[in-house]
């Protein structure tokens, strides 16, 4: 039953809207139908591509989830993939087009009562399109309902203004809890002091 409204998620966002920010109002959706599951191991080299892709630029190109100015390196390797999929604790999504993957997002509980959200990429040539909105969505009904979840939480880079208003638009609120980059996990050195904040949505 789940997987049924995550395959209709796109369209369910498509409906909502979200917002009346011109950012938003600016996103068109796919002229491709875009199918959203559960990642599988057999998909770990096309989602470290996307991962890589989407925060650290792809031909060069750098979209606006892009880390290219302030991060050198991956963002993730075929190791921590694998791991993330394979994480009993944990569950990958994938938003797929034309059997292409061209996002994904992790959801794990952390507590009683909450989930974490990570590894949230679409590719850039792909972002803009309300993928991203569906994937987010997908994940917090899973949360919810899969999960028993009552709020949804995650870790956003501070310096990363446009980023943070996106989620504080779908709810998202700022807490006063920091963590600094971990330079020592493989994701990446950054080029300058860097740390995060930690948001909680109530589902």
Known sequence: ???????????M?????????????DEQPSSQPVEI??????????LVRLVNWAYRGKDGREGWTGEMRFIDGIRIDMPAMLQALE????????????????????????AE???????????????SKRIGSSLLQTAEEFAREALGARKATMFVLENRGDILSWYLRRGYKRTEE???FPEDQNVGKPKIKLQFVRLEKDL
């Open 13 to 25: 966002a498509d409906a909502l809207g979200y917002s009346t920010n011109k950012a938003d109002k």
């Open 113 to 127: 009562d909450m989930a974490e959200v990570g590894m949230f990429a679409v590719d850039p040539d792909m972002q």
């Open 37 to 46: 599951s559960h990642a599988s191991s057999e998909s770990a080299e096309e």
């Open 178 to 180: 920091t963590a600094p």
């Open 1 to 11: 039953m789940f997987l049924q409204k995550a395959k209709n998620a796109k369209a």
């Open 87 to 110: 994480d009993p604790k944990a569950t990958v999504f994938v938003a797929s087009c034309q059997e292409r993957p061209v996002g994904c997002i992790k959801v794990e509980k952390v």
